[in-house]
């Protein structure tokens, strides 16, 4: 499925302004605001201003809460991408409820406490995001992450992702059956998305800190509904790429 732009000229745009810059530009300024964060539950809150909300809009993490203070502007980070800025590109510092800056195993601790398939979903999100692919909550669609190639204003989501996980734990009773696969594919066809499976191996490094994470491994499968249109020898068949099933 080749991306679906909204709009003439957003395509051009889009490669005008490549996800990698902004977040590069995004990862100075946090570094260079030294910008703190408020553990709140299940997410996290930063006070920005005019232009670190620009960039955090344009880079597609977290979402603008509104609130009675007029002269201030708060984000609200998920889980996956508050520790993908404090882990992963080191730029935002989380202040927990006691008031002291976490360090990152203490919110990898806390995370899990709070998700405990936050291990396997955080590699799956950071996986996706390294590749500089945007990545949002897919929950309306009911998978886990929806995947853009930019964006949301300048295109349509491309991939609705599955995340699976080798061993026992709570993802994996999902698409054990054939109905729960012809259900979740048939969705994704309804709304104009490539189902994306990402199975995650954790080679028995647990998920005690952070650091196992580099021993994690990732297999992406995308799953569609057979169209005999293309097997047709007239026809020029699927590129290498990603393995399809």
């Not at 990862?27 to 539950?41: A, F, K, P, Y």
């Not at 999902?174 to 979740?184: A, F, G």
Request: hydrophobic fraction near 35%; charge should be neutral.
């Amino acid at each position: 499925m080749m991306p679906r732009w909204k709009g003439k000229g957003s395509q051009a745009k889009a490669n005008a302004d490549p996800m990698s810059k902004i977040v590069s530009q995004l990862q100075s300024s946090l570094i260079q605001s030294e910008t703190r964060g408020l553990l709140s539950s299940c997410s996290v809150l930063v006070e920005v201003d005019a232009e670190l909300a620009d960039l955090l809009n344009r880079s597609c993490f977290g979402r603008p809460r509104i609130t009675a203070q007029e002269d201030k502007q708060w984000f609200q980070l998920d889980m996956e991408e508050a520790f993908y800025l404090c882990f992963s590109l080191k730029c935002l510092k989380v202040i927990g409820e006691d008031g002291y800056i976490k360090s990152n195993e203490e919110l990898w601790d806390y995370l899990k406490s709070k998700k405990p398939v936050f291990p396997v979903s955080y590699k799956v999100y950071s996986h996706l995001r390294h590749k500089n692919w945007v990545v949002r909550s897919g929950l309306q669609y009911g998978v886990d992450f929806v995947a853009y190639h930019h964006h949301p204003a300048l295109v349509h989501s491309e991939y609705a992702v599955l995340v699976l996980s080798e061993g026992d734990n709570d993802l994996n009773g999902r698409l054990r059956v054939w109905s729960d696969v012809h259900c979740t594919v048939r969705l994704c066809g309804s709304v104009a998305k490539t189902l994306l499976t990402v199975i995650v191996n954790s080679n028995n490094q647990g998920a005690n800190s952070p650091s196992c994470l580099e021993h994690y491994t990732v297999e992406e499968q995308t799953i569609t509904r057979w169209n005999p249109e293309r097997s047709r020898e007239d026809q020029i068949g699927p590129k290498n790429g990603t393995k399809k099933v």
